[in-house]
């Protein structure tokens, strides 16, 4: 059974930090590709940061120099650490975890999502 676990979401004033936590199960979390993609109403679910199992990062422009996201893999768990939050960052955020070994394994899995909503 794959699980991703989700914490960290809520509410939070624009200028404000939250750090999300997303803890994973039943998969190979150091080989894994990690994720976080959000989805704003009205909105397609998009890229927000990833980190892949040699730890490279990859960020949205949109948050570039604001958030950042990292992995302990001795506890299966990818953060996403969010500062300077503005309104525009009001999403549902989901946790993903992806195979970077085809070969080996494939899979895709994502987490149920966690609210974040930022207000003034």
């Known amino acids: 059974q794959v699980q991703l676990v989700e914490s960290g979401g809520g509410f939070v004033q624009a200028g404000g930090s939250l750090r999300l936590s997303c803890t994973a199960s039943?998969?190979?979390?150091?080989?894994?590709?990690m994720g976080w993609y959000r989805q704003a109403p009205g909105k397609e679910r998009d890229m927000v940061a990833t980190i892949t199992s040699t730890g490279s990062t990859n960020y949205a422009d949109s948050v570039k120099g604001r958030f950042t996201i990292s992995r302990d893999n001795a506890k299966n768990t990818v953060y996403l650490q969010m500062n300077s939050l503005s309104h525009e960052d009001t999403a549902v955020y989901y946790c993903n975890a992806r195979s970077e070994y085809k070969l080996l394994s494939n899979y895709n899995y994502w987490g149920q999502g966690t609210q974040v909503t930022v207000s003034s």
């Open positions: 039943g998969i190979s979390f150091s080989i894994s590709a």
